[in-house]
């Protein structure tokens, strides 16, 4: 069996980088060792976590918010277990997508774990235990990342959990204890907060989201707080316990204080790390980083030059969409084309409500590459169509060049700014002005008109509705 491309792992990177390389006319095979495809994404990442916090959503509106728009119900009930049927269909059908894609694009699917016999030969491990080995002209690694975790915790997947498990909890937790203020944490916490559950979320850093703009930070950390959600930052946490159905959560505070948490579930969101267990790439020679990541060049290829490697098991942001890009430009590098990436213009985006979504360099960045800006800013509630719909919490914020009024970061917290940020992206990727954006006609009453009034507000400082 020989093929042009062979592609290791089918999570977004991977998928997207067989379907590109087969639409280009590349003969393509793709290796899963799960029995579904679609990585950690589709099954247990940003679609479960979406399909429950839609779920959470829609609950927590009819418990707070329905009175106040003239709808009367009865208390609202949660059928949990419902409520995880409905996310692991959504799932279902997701990845039975992919299938469907794989077969449209005749693209070969083959299960088990896939390794490196030589530069070019892929050995398949069935589950079965038989095993064939295919051979590629070029070879793409997507194997994607796992859950991190810190060395002293045990892991019991029960009660101590990563995002995995947290997906599948066989109760709504009384209180769940949420180590890590990252986009993760913040969701799955969000989740349960809704739900029901008093949550705990501990920090290291001063400051939740520390990837994202202060200001963003300090502004969820604000509405998380109106919403029940309780926060431990600057707190190092030094152990953690399971005794019976409780587990106990020890840090100490920046005055060198220990604190003790106490709650039913623990979950362990620090990060996620490069997957690469099983792959043999010492057996031919592969590099990798300090960080324990596929080392590559500007076009994703490995220090063996019929190897390639994408998304999260490479450098970068951890994320879906980032995979994707990388997938398709090693699809479109190999088909003698001359793709390209702007990793500036990489969205980041967190899925709480309201949401919380970026695009460029934050505030601290600019300032430590001593870049002169300006800033323009403009509150969510003064919008005719935020105080509509009762989602007044947020603001947009532009960052521009303060010599050329070029945007070099855009930041939201507000209704709908994961899909709002996009309008950014494109601006930026043309190279928009502040003066630009806001000389767009948007329309009335939107959210996005939040943007157009910022960037004026950057760009003259004088936003109409402000």
């Known amino acids: 069996m020989t093929y042009d491309i ?124 038989s095993s064939e080995i295919i051979e590629g002209t ?30 599948k909890l066989p109760e709504v937790p009384k209180h769940l204890i949420v180590i890590g203020g990252g986009v993760i944490g913040l ?18 850093m001063d400051k939740i989201v520390p990837g994202m703009d202060a ?54 969101s620090v990060g996620r790390k490069a997957y690469t267990e099983g792959l043999g790439l010492e057996k031919i020679g592969i590099e990798v980083n300090e960080r324990g990541q596929v080392a590559v060049n500007d076009h994703l290829q ?14 970068g942001t951890m994320l879906a969409h980032k995979a994707e890009e990388e997938g398709v430009v090693v699809a479109e590098y190999l088909a003698g084309e001359k793709p390209h990436i702007d990793y ?31 800033t323009g800013k403009f509150q969510m509630r003064a919008l005719g169509r935020s105080r509509a719909s009762g989602d007044i919490d947020g603001f947009v914020k532009v960052l521009a060049d303060k010599n050329t009024d070029e945007i070099l970061g855009v930041h939201m917290v507000g209704a709908r700014v994961a899909d709002l940020i996009m309008e950014a992206a494109v601006a930026m990727e043309f190279r928009a002005s502040a003066e630009d954006l806001a000389r767009i006609c948007h329309g009335h009453p939107t959210y996005s008109e939040a943007v157009k009034e910022a960037a004026k507000a950057a760009w003259d400082g004088k936003p109409l509705n402000a």
């Open 6 to 129: 062979i592609v290791i792992g089918s999570g977004p990177g991977g998928y997207i980088a067989a379907v590109r390389a087969s639409q280009l006319g590349k003969k393509v095979a793709i290796i899963e060792k799960y029995a579904t495809l679609g990585g950690t994404c589709l099954n247990v990442g940003c679609i479960p976590s979406k399909a429950l916090l839609d779920s959470s959503h829609h609950y927590y509106d009819a418990v707070h918010h329905f009175e106040e728009h003239g709808i009367s119900i009865e208390k609202p009930t949660i059928d949990f277990g419902k409520m995880l049927d409905r996310k692991a269909k959504v799932v279902e059908t997701t990845t039975g997508g992919i299938k469907y894609l794989m077969d449209k694009n005749n693209i070969d699917v083959f299960e088990g774990l896939g390794s490196f016999e030589d530069k070019t030969h892929v050995k398949i491990s069935k589950n079965d235990g």
């Open 138 to 167: 070029n070879i793409i690694i997507a194997t994607g990342s796992k859950p991190a975790t810190l060395p002293f915790i045990k892991l019991d997947k029960e009660r101590i959990m990563t995002s995995t498990e947290a997906l």
């Open 187 to 204: 969701e799955l916490g969000s989740v349960y907060s809704r739900l029901g559950a008093d949550v705990t979320v501990v920090e290291y």
């Open 215 to 268: 200001d963003v930070s300090k502004e969820l950390q604000k509405v998380f707080k109106k919403q029940g959600i309780k926060f431990a930052t600057s707190h190092k946490v030094t152990s953690v316990e399971r005794n019976g159905d409780t587990v106990v959560v020890k840090a100490t505070d920046k005055k060198d204080r220990e604190i003790e948490f106490s709650g039913d579930y623990c979950l362990v």
């Open 302 to 315: 490995t220090n063996i030059d019929t190897v390639y490697a994408i998304g999260d098991v490479v450098k």
């Open 344 to 374: 500036n213009l990489i969205p980041g985006i967190v899925y709480t409500w309201p949401e919380a979504a970026a695009v460029g360099k934050t505030e601290a960045e600019l300032k430590e590459a001593k870049i002169e800006y300006k």
